[in-house]
């Protein structure tokens, strides 16, 4: 518990670090083009307003987590620890996964996506292609055939299509 | 990975092959569907005409010509992507004053004035300036006098720098005074001039007029009368300007010429059916076609006139 | 009554042709889908298929889209049961109580009462709009700006009250959904904010990427971590135990459960009150419904410290007030022709497409097609309530997949969802950034909920503040001169009033019995 409190206290300390810094650089973060006399009516009123809010209860909690004020985490945390390599690298695929869909298409993007993200979280057998053929094929059916959802044409398909 | 690689790369390859047959067999423009896209959400007038343009240009060009609506950003999110697409004329877009005009003046956007070729200009929206009923004035003139008599008027419109809200300033200018503040509205509608919320109001569709007893117009925003609302005058007759908010057909700046003129000759083939003729009466608004040249004009006039507006405004 | 068989008995002539039924059919098994599918709402359903209805009858075209939006409205409770991400993002309340039903067996027992809630609060908005929509239409029309304004603090407030006793971090948590709500072209004269010049930001932060990122994405990573650390085992076991109280676990419809909802007949009138009364206000009425229906039960209730741990009731005040909101939010669109939000316009787009303008003339001059809405939207209803109930077995057999095959998809899903609202890959990436930044919030006891409902409320506030102050001339009087406004606040006052009262109280009683356990509000 002792480090989850002082995490917490980095996360929210650095939010509220951040929000100060949006607040007293809010010349340069909003375009002010108009020269409003009423307070009200300024663009950064209500931001400042929020950022205040952040700021001020950030640092709230961060005393909070200094004193040690025992808070509760919801169920499935409480059940479960922090698996941070396993849990960052499927993040991290995530981010290859939007990024190459632009490449290869959605359904080949997905079906990659699926099956490397099954083999990081342990299911290595050939129930793993099969999921993941299936997984992706009905998502393709729902979302690109039922719904009509429009996605760029293959990057590289076309690039070669091009070469040819 | 279990999946032998090569195994991806004949998945690619056989995508690619695909393609590279069509491409091969490149010969005349279109071969592929062509993709509109509208920065507005669907189901206004502007949206519904030109899904109805499209049936018939589909079955003109021989592909499907698909509107796909990219909203956001006042309209700024879908113009960047119609001007960022690839000029190949599979990529079209629609374009209001607001991203084709005041978001560019204003330097809210990474294109300029000429990075969108306009096909044409072909509708008018119906827009109305609206009171409540029982004011005690019933044209922009006895407006102009009632606010120099000391009393205080509200505009609302969508935001401030908006271009309903730059015409009615506009108007109010030419007429002699000004408003005493401007609120922003979304939606706008008859019901803020209920709650007080506004005196006058840039009514999107004149529609709303005919199921509100409790609100008139005082001025159309368009050249030509409003079918369904006969009697209110327009601005063009009022101020002898033109001034309306149109909505157009554009490409990319750099579409070969000959893919350029297919695409038009579609487009205006398809605003002559009757069809869509009759959806403007119906709806009030007014359908035409500006060719390219004229709307590019419009579009510069636009920028100096409304550049005017806004320094007036924020300053 | 005469009216309302009148009514019915029209309707249904007009309501009896092939194709209306299969619309109707259609879009409530569509809704139902989308709903159920985290980040996909009733409003990407509703733009995709919104051109095609434009070429069928208005009543046929508006079945289908109606279909889709109750639909949606019940199904987004399913997921927020069983994984703990709302389908839809006003069905986050139903997680508070849902998921930790399901965690404790009940998986069947939560949807079926989840359901049922959901069917009563539909059926009654129904009703109350065939009866009511002038009265309720009227009402409407007395809220501007700064009804408004005040409406959605009493909104942040309710947020803050349910907030289980974490204030200080729900006031955080509110900060920062405020404040990404003002990110994109914004203020009054709609100039950008904080978008660091880039056009990607222009549009502001979306709301579904942030949902997908913060629940799917984050439930996600959870999932699959606890599956690993092998919690899953006495998990998985907790979940296959019976529970005596629902008797025969696979009969086909959970009779117990829609009784269960029947021994609160207060909560559920109650709910479904709130839901068809603040319903009409567009924007804030389905968020503030559900939360002062939660936040009532929860005070009338005996038992208020077992809200948010699985209370059957809790889940019953959120789910009858979400949905009793389906029918209300139709009154200021068919009643006074003016949408209130981005799916009501484009229902509205309906009727224009066909030269009928909604508004007070409708129901005068096309009847058959307002009470046609009516009488499609009862059978919508029944009909979304009966496929619910006969897939409840197959849905919670969802509660059974591994983890990580579960994980797996959602995450999948979280791409697909966030892509297809704008099209865009900028989207995906918010909810991977929010994805991050929900997962350490979960991890480090932070409550999420507050920031989804302030990037809600967020826009509202803002804009209805500066119209109100401009209205004033900046004066503060304008929200205790008007009556409407004034009401909102003296009940806020009263609120805090009771608040502070009973919080010193408690200090006192504390202060005696050095109990030391501080019961949350």
Redesign the interface.
């Given at each position: 518990m002792v480090q989850i409190h002082s995490l917490r206290a980095v996360f929210t300390g650095f939010i509220s670090l951040v929000a100060c810094l949006l607040m007293f650089n809010s010349d340069k973060v909003v375009s002010l083009q108009s020269t409003e006399t009423d307070l009200y009516r300024s663009p950064v009123f209500f931001p400042t307003l929020a950022l205040a809010i952040i700021a001020v209860t950030g640092i709230a909690l961060v005393i909070q987590a200094f004193k040690k004020v025992p808070f509760m985490l919801d169920m499935d945390c409480e059940d479960s620890s922090p698996k941070l390599f396993i849990s960052a690298s499927l993040l991290f695929l995530f981010l290859f996964y939007s990024l190459s869909s632009n490449w290869i298409g959605y359904l080949f993007s997905t079906l990659l996506f699926l099956m490397t993200a099954f083999f990081l979280s342990g299911i290595r057998s050939k129930v793993n292609i099969v999921l993941s053929a299936l997984i992706s094929l009905s998502l393709y059916a729902i979302f690109v055939w039922l719904l009509d959802i429009w996605f760029p044409k293959p990057w590289l398909a076309s690039l070669l299509a091009n070469s040819n | 990975m279990k999946l032998p690689k090569f195994g991806v790369k004949a998945a690619v390859m056989t995508v690619a092959t695909c393609f590279g047959f069509s491409a091969a067999a490149m010969a005349e423009f279109p071969e592929r569907p062509i993709q509109i896209i509208n920065p507005w959400a669907p189901g206004d007038s502007a949206d519904i005409v030109m899904r109805k343009a499209a049936e018939y240009m589909s079955e003109d060009l021989g592909v499907p010509v698909k509107v796909i609506n990219r909203t956001g950003g006042g309209g700024i999110i879908g113009a960047t992507a119609i001007a960022t697409a690839r000029p190949d004329g599979y990529t079209l877009g629609l374009l209001t004053p607001g991203p084709a005009v005041t978001q560019v003046v204003m330097g809210n956007t990474t294109y300029g004035l000429d990075d969108l070729k306009p096909v044409g200009i072909f509708w008018d929206s119906p827009f109305v300036l609206a009171v409540r009923s029982d004011e005690p004035f019933s044209s922009m003139k006895e407006l102009g006098d009632y606010v120099n008599a000391g009393n205080t008027v509200t505009l609302g419109s969508y935001a401030q720098l908006a271009v309903p809200s730059l015409l009615a300033n506009i108007a109010a200018e030419k007429t002699g005074f000004g408003y005493t503040r401007i609120i922003g509205l979304d939606p706008v509608s008859t019901l803020s001039l209920g709650t007080g919320d506004a005196d006058i109001v840039t009514l999107p569709d004149a529609r709303a007029l005919l199921q509100d007893e409790s609100a008139r117009g005082l001025l159309t925003l368009t050249n030509e009368r409003i079918s369904t609302l006969p009697d209110i005058p327009t601005f063009k007759e009022v101020y002898g300007e033109e001034a309306s908010l149109w909505t157009g057909l554009f490409t990319p700046r750099d579409v070969p010429q000959e893919v350029f003129d297919v695409v038009s000759k579609a487009f205006q083939k398809a605003l002559e059916q009757d069809e869509i003729q009759e959806y403007a009466k119906s709806t009030g608004a007014y359908a035409y076609f500006l060719d390219s040249e004229g709307s590019s004009k419009r579009i510069h006039n636009e920028a100096e006139r409304f550049k005017g507006m806004i320094d007036k405004l924020t300053n | 009554m005469d009216i309302l068989l009148n009514n019915l008995m029209s309707g249904i002539s007009e309501i009896a042709h092939l194709n209306v039924i299969l619309c109707l059919l259609a879009g409530s098994t569509l809704g139902v889908?989308i709903g159920a599918?985290p980040g996909?709402g009733p409003a990407?359903?509703i733009?995709?298929l919104?051109?095609a209805t434009?070429s069928m009858t208005p009543l046929a075209g508006l079945s289908l889209l109606l279909g889709i939006y109750c639909g949606a409205w019940y199904s987004g409770s399913i997921p927020a049961i069983l994984i703990?991400t709302p389908g839809t993002p006003v069905a986050v309340l139903s997680t508070y109580d849902g998921?930790?039903m399901a965690?404790q067996g009940l998986a069947k027992r939560a949807l079926g009462i989840a359901f049922t809630s959901s069917f009563i609060g539909g059926m009654l908005s129904v009703l109350v709009l065939i009866l009511l929509a002038g009265v309720l239409a009227g009402f409407a029309?007395?809220?501007?700006?700064a009804?408004f304004t005040m409406l959605t603090l009493f909104g942040i407030m309710l947020v803050i009250i349910s907030s289980?006793?974490?204030v200080?971090?729900t006031?955080?948590m509110?900060?920062?959904g405020?404040?990404l709500s003002?990110v994109?072209?914004?203020?009054?004269?709609?100039?950008?904010?904080?978008t660091?010049g880039t056009?990607a930001l222009?549009?502001?932060i979306?709301l579904v990427p942030v949902v997908l990122g913060i629940f799917a994405?984050a439930?996600?990573?959870?999932?699959?971590?606890?599956?690993?650390?092998g919690?899953a085992t006495q998990?998985t076991a907790a979940r296959k135990k019976d529970d005596p109280s629902i008797g025969n676990q696979d009969a086909g419809v959970n009779w117990q459960s829609i009784k269960a909802v029947f021994e609160y007949p207060r909560t559920l009138l109650r709910s479904a009150g709130f839901g068809v009364g603040i319903g009409v206000l567009p924007g804030v009425g389905e968020f503030l419904a559900q939360f002062m229906s939660y936040v009532t039960a929860k005070r009338a209730s005996r038992s208020p410290e077992t809200f948010g741990k699985g209370n059957p009731e809790g889940l019953i005040a959120s789910e009858t007030a979400n949905n009793a909101v389906t029918g209300a939010a139709l009154v200021p669109l068919l009643a006074?022709?003016?949408?209130?939000e981005?799916l009501t316009?484009?229902m509205?787009?309906v009727f224009?497409?066909h030269?009928v303008?909604?508004?007070?003339?409708?129901f005068e001059q096309s009847p058959e097609l307002v009470n046609g809405i009516y009488v499609s939207m009862l059978l919508m209803n029944i009909f979304i309530f009966v496929l619910l109930l006969s897939l409840t077995r197959w849905c919670s057999l969802v509660t059974r997949i591994?983890p990580?095959?579960l994980?797996?998809?959602i995450?999948?899903?979280?791409?697909?969802g966030a892509?297809?609202v704008?099209?865009?890959?900028v989207d995906?990436?918010l909810a991977?950034g929010f994805?991050?930044f929900g997962?350490?919030?979960?991890?480090?006891?932070?409550p999420v909920f507050p920031l989804i409902l302030a990037m809600v409320l967020?826009p509202i506030?803002?804009?209805r503040?500066?119209?109100s102050?401009?209205?004033s001339?900046?004066s503060l009087w304008i929200f205790v001169e008007r009556p409407i406004s004034l009401a909102v606040v003296s009940i806020m006052a009263l609120i805090l009033i009771f608040i502070a009262s009973s919080a010193i109280r408690r200090k006192c009683a504390r202060k005696k019995d050095e109990a030391g356990i501080m019961k949350p509000l």
């Open positions: - | - | 889908v599918i996909l990407v359903a733009a995709v919104l051109p434009f703990n998921y930790p965690r029309k007395n809220f501007g700006a009804e289980r006793g974490k200080l971090a006031s955080f509110l900060g920062i405020l404040f003002t994109g072209l914004g203020g009054a004269t709609g100039m950008p904010r904080y660091f056009t222009l549009n502001g979306p994405i439930q996600a990573l959870i999932l699959i971590e606890s599956s690993l650390t919690a998990d006074l022709g003016i949408p209130g981005a316009a484009m509205m787009s224009m497409v030269n303008f909604p508004g007070p003339r409708l591994n990580k095959v994980g797996v998809t995450l999948a899903l979280a791409f697909v892509y297809s704008n099209l865009s890959l995906v990436w991977l994805g991050v997962y350490l919030a979960r991890r480090l006891g932070l967020g506030i803002e804009t503040l500066r119209q102050l401009t209205i001339d900046g």
